[in-house]
């Protein structure tokens, strides 16, 4: 009997050990996850001056930090209140085990853990959290092969990178900018101390939902950390009566929608991982501009639906589907400072700057002036504004066009200057028929212009360009005449090195600088005394074209200052008409002047001045001063000014 029972009791040791073994050399375990460890990371944003703009993820927001870059009295923190004797154990702390063991045996129920940080780490990483004594061998036995694989250092910094620590924060680096606003080796010993203090409970440790539990969690770290003699008393005292600032916003919070989606959509190609895969995106924004756009726009909508509500009404229908964007960049590099798709991106993430195609009106005008000055015209050249039949072919038939001015007043003759300053659709169309239609869409192509219909109609903008298009082509404009090719990335970085570089594109010179300042000069007018005075700035010089579609379904304006060139539009989603009084110069305009309030206040310095460039000369023409180059001559009549820059003739 004595012989049978010595051989239960050996049976009872052996076994469990046997069983032990049997996993531990039969069993295959995939310890790649954490042995080449990549973790989804979160993708930073930025705009041209470093500030942030975005965090991109799909499921998990996380900062990677090297081991290196962990302040020392970080890894005491923890291992503290962890696991003390991390440094001594191969991945399993077997007296803790046996003392835990008991403690559940007298319990009936598993009470307490005993897990090590590689246990904690292999857990969180490779299995699930059921507590049944099957999955904790396999934890054991992870651990172990785990701690033959890597060095102590490298799983503490798989360790702190992928615990989850609370409001969606994965990796110490994130909790700490996230909870304190500071990077790690800003953290004082408090903030420490409640970091660390998360891991077991996250969410009831939380410190911006149980503020008061979290210091006394912290406390106890900073006890242990005073018990075991990692810190002297005065550290100690100085810590526990801290009570640090946490904030309690989010670290996903989006400033700038569509330019992250448009950010996406440009890389996702080149770099599919980008959410993913922890870049640094450097984008041209300025987010104060883009602080300025939204407001401007959201501004104009606003007004907008106040002019549209029936008195006494809360009625919104006639709006229901109006919607604006706006798109500004440096007309000299390109750059894309602000960008808008639409009035809520939450409502509305469709960009209506890059996807939205609709006729610009009268603000396609400029580019058919711009044509007939390069050919000889000027400001002074007499137009005929008189109402006309026109006549085309359509399908086989002949069809008969009988376009009006938008006040549906003719001048008989009128001066180029202010055919356009006055918007005067005979005027022009009757100029277009006298250069001939085909000239006209041959220049036109010249700005990279296609699909240009063949029809007198393109002088009142019958072409279909989105807002980011039109500032593409104005870019001309408001650059002495060289049109640039926006763009919205500058580079992508990671682990600071550079893998993505926008690549620049040759600029296109459209005219000379002379001759594209005679236009400036009439689209300035536009805003002192023509359609666009609601856009006027104080302090600023602006040049800019309303435009308006028939029946009012597009409302445009289309300018710029001395340095920075913006694309305002308005109009309802589905094309019907907008209310009649909600045109380029009611709607859009005012955007576009408050836009540029903005960006005065953000930006004092910006030039405030357009240049007269030498081989531009003055006459004073019908009692106005008029500008000429040697292309666009003055009438012989013309009171020419004496200037040191002599014209030839």
Request: a neutral charge.
């Given at each position: 009997m004595k012989k049978y029972l010595i051989f239960a009791i050996a049976l009872l040791i052996i076994t469990p050990f046997a069983i032990f073994w049997y996993y531990y050399t039969q069993v295959k375990y995939d310890l790649d996850k954490l042995i080449n460890y990549t973790p989804a990371l979160t993708?930073?944003?930025?705009?041209?001056?470093?500030?942030?703009?975005?965090?991109?993820f799909d499921a998990e927001n996380r900062y990677y930090v090297s081991f290196k870059?962990?302040?020392?009295?970080?890894?005491?923190?923890?291992?503290?209140?962890?696991?003390?004797?991390?440094?001594e154990h191969e991945g399993v702390n077997f007296d803790a085990i046996f003392r835990a063991m008991l403690k559940d045996v007298r319990a009936g129920k598993m009470v307490e853990g005993a897990s090590t940080l590689t246990q904690q780490l292999v857990k969180n990483t490779l299995l699930t959290r059921e507590k049944k004594l099957s999955r904790k061998m396999v934890e054991v036995i992870y651990a172990i092969k785990l701690e033959n694989e890597l060095t102590k250092e490298q799983i503490l910094?798989?360790?702190?990178?992928?615990?989850?620590?609370?409001?969606?924060?994965?990796?110490?680096?994130?909790?700490?900018?996230?909870?304190?606003?500071?990077?790690?080796?800003?953290?004082t010993l408090k903030e420490i101390a409640i970091l660390v203090g998360l891991p077991k409970a996250p969410?009831?440790?939380?410190?911006?939902?149980?503020?008061e539990i979290s210091l006394g969690r912290a406390n106890r770290v900073i006890d242990r950390m005073f018990s075991l003699g990692w810190i002297d008393e005065k550290t100690h005292d100085i810590a526990s009566k801290e009570q640090p600032q946490v904030f309690d916003s989010t670290l996903t919070q989006n400033q700038a929608p569509f330019v992250v989606d448009e950010a996406v959509r440009q890389l996702s190609l080149e770099i599919p991982d980008i959410k993913t895969g922890g870049y640094d995106i450097y984008t041209t924004i300025d987010m104060d501009m883009q602080k300025s756009a939204n407001f401007a726009i959201k501004q104009a909508y606003t007004e907008a639906v106040l002019r549209a509500k029936p008195k006494d009404s809360n009625d919104t229908s006639a709006t229901s589907k109006l919607n604006g964007s706006l798109i500004s960049l440096d007309p000299s590099t390109g750059m894309i400072l602000a960008l808008v798709g639409s009035v809520d991106y939450a409502q509305s993430?469709?960009?209506?700057?890059?996807?939205?195609?609709?006729?610009?009106?009268?603000?396609?005008?400029?580019f058919i002036y711009q044509i007939a000055m390069d050919l000889g015209y000027s400001g002074a050249s007499q137009l005929t504004d008189l109402a006309k039949t026109f006549t085309y072919e359509k399908d086989g038939e002949e069809v008969l066009w009988q376009p009006e001015n938008y006040e549906k007043d003719y001048a008989g003759v009128v001066s180029l200057r202010e055919a356009l300053v006055h918007s005067k659709n005979l005027a022009t169309i009757n100029m277009v028929s006298?250069?001939?239609?085909?000239?006209?869409?041959?220049?036109?192509?010249?700005?990279?212009?296609?699909?240009?219909?063949?029809?007198?109609?393109?002088?009142?903008?019958?072409?279909t360009l989105s807002p980011l298009e039109m500032a593409q082509y104005y870019s001309s404009f408001a650059n002495d005449g060289i049109q640039v090719q926006p763009y919205l990335i500058r580079k992508v970085e990671k682990e600071g090195k550079l893998v993505y570089t926008h690549k620049e594109v040759p600029s296109r010179r459209i005219t000379s600088p002379e001759q594209n300042y005679l236009l400036t000069t009439i689209l300035q007018d536009v805003v002192r005394r023509g359609t666009g005075t609601l856009a006027a700035v104080p302090g600023l010089e602006v040049a800019g074209k309303t435009g308006t579609t028939n029946k009012n379904a597009d409302a445009w304006f289309a300018g710029y200052s001395p340095s920075i060139e913006t694309i305002v539009w308005f109009g309802n989603d589905d094309n019907t008409p907008m209310k009649r009084s909600e045109t380029g110069g009611r709607t859009a305009a005012p955007a576009f002047a408050t836009f540029y309030k903005g960006v005065l206040k953000a930006h004092p310095e910006i030039k405030?001045?357009?240049?007269?460039?030498?081989?531009?000369?003055?006459?004073e023409v019908g009692g106005r001063t008029e500008y000429f180059t040697n292309t666009s001559r003055p009438p012989k009549s013309a009171d020419v000014e004496k200037t040191t820059e002599q014209l030839v003739f």
């Amino acid at each position: 009997m004595k012989k049978y029972l010595i051989f239960a009791i050996a049976l009872l040791i052996i076994t469990p050990f046997a069983i032990f073994w049997y996993y531990y050399t039969q069993v295959k375990y995939d310890l790649d996850k954490l042995i080449n460890y990549t973790p989804a990371l979160t993708t930073k944003i930025y705009d041209k001056n470093g500030e942030k703009i975005a965090n991109m993820f799909d499921a998990e927001n996380r900062y990677y930090v090297s081991f290196k870059e962990v302040p020392p009295q970080l890894i005491e923190a923890l291992l503290a209140i962890e696991d003390t004797s991390f440094f001594e154990h191969e991945g399993v702390n077997f007296d803790a085990i046996f003392r835990a063991m008991l403690k559940d045996v007298r319990a009936g129920k598993m009470v307490e853990g005993a897990s090590t940080l590689t246990q904690q780490l292999v857990k969180n990483t490779l299995l699930t959290r059921e507590k049944k004594l099957s999955r904790k061998m396999v934890e054991v036995i992870y651990a172990i092969k785990l701690e033959n694989e890597l060095t102590k250092e490298q799983i503490l910094e798989r360790y702190l990178n992928e615990i989850y620590l609370g409001h969606g924060y994965y990796g110490i680096r994130t909790a700490s900018e996230g909870y304190f606003h500071k990077d790690l080796k800003d953290l004082t010993l408090k903030e420490i101390a409640i970091l660390v203090g998360l891991p077991k409970a996250p969410s009831f440790y939380s410190p911006t939902k149980n503020y008061e539990i979290s210091l006394g969690r912290a406390n106890r770290v900073i006890d242990r950390m005073f018990s075991l003699g990692w810190i002297d008393e005065k550290t100690h005292d100085i810590a526990s009566k801290e009570q640090p600032q946490v904030f309690d916003s989010t670290l996903t919070q989006n400033q700038a929608p569509f330019v992250v989606d448009e950010a996406v959509r440009q890389l996702s190609l080149e770099i599919p991982d980008i959410k993913t895969g922890g870049y640094d995106i450097y984008t041209t924004i300025d987010m104060d501009m883009q602080k300025s756009a939204n407001f401007a726009i959201k501004q104009a909508y606003t007004e907008a639906v106040l002019r549209a509500k029936p008195k006494d009404s809360n009625d919104t229908s006639a709006t229901s589907k109006l919607n604006g964007s706006l798109i500004s960049l440096d007309p000299s590099t390109g750059m894309i400072l602000a960008l808008v798709g639409s009035v809520d991106y939450a409502q509305s993430s469709f960009n209506r700057v890059t996807q939205g195609k609709r006729q610009p009106g009268s603000a396609f005008k400029p580019f058919i002036y711009q044509i007939a000055m390069d050919l000889g015209y000027s400001g002074a050249s007499q137009l005929t504004d008189l109402a006309k039949t026109f006549t085309y072919e359509k399908d086989g038939e002949e069809v008969l066009w009988q376009p009006e001015n938008y006040e549906k007043d003719y001048a008989g003759v009128v001066s180029l200057r202010e055919a356009l300053v006055h918007s005067k659709n005979l005027a022009t169309i009757n100029m277009v028929s006298d250069i001939g239609l085909q000239k006209v869409v041959a220049k036109l192509k010249n700005y990279g212009m296609v699909n240009i219909p063949p029809v007198l109609s393109i002088a009142l903008g019958s072409i279909t360009l989105s807002p980011l298009e039109m500032a593409q082509y104005y870019s001309s404009f408001a650059n002495d005449g060289i049109q640039v090719q926006p763009y919205l990335i500058r580079k992508v970085e990671k682990e600071g090195k550079l893998v993505y570089t926008h690549k620049e594109v040759p600029s296109r010179r459209i005219t000379s600088p002379e001759q594209n300042y005679l236009l400036t000069t009439i689209l300035q007018d536009v805003v002192r005394r023509g359609t666009g005075t609601l856009a006027a700035v104080p302090g600023l010089e602006v040049a800019g074209k309303t435009g308006t579609t028939n029946k009012n379904a597009d409302a445009w304006f289309a300018g710029y200052s001395p340095s920075i060139e913006t694309i305002v539009w308005f109009g309802n989603d589905d094309n019907t008409p907008m209310k009649r009084s909600e045109t380029g110069g009611r709607t859009a305009a005012p955007a576009f002047a408050t836009f540029y309030k903005g960006v005065l206040k953000a930006h004092p310095e910006i030039k405030r001045t357009f240049t007269r460039p030498d081989g531009v000369t003055t006459a004073e023409v019908g009692g106005r001063t008029e500008y000429f180059t040697n292309t666009s001559r003055p009438p012989k009549s013309a009171d020419v000014e004496k200037t040191t820059e002599q014209l030839v003739f």
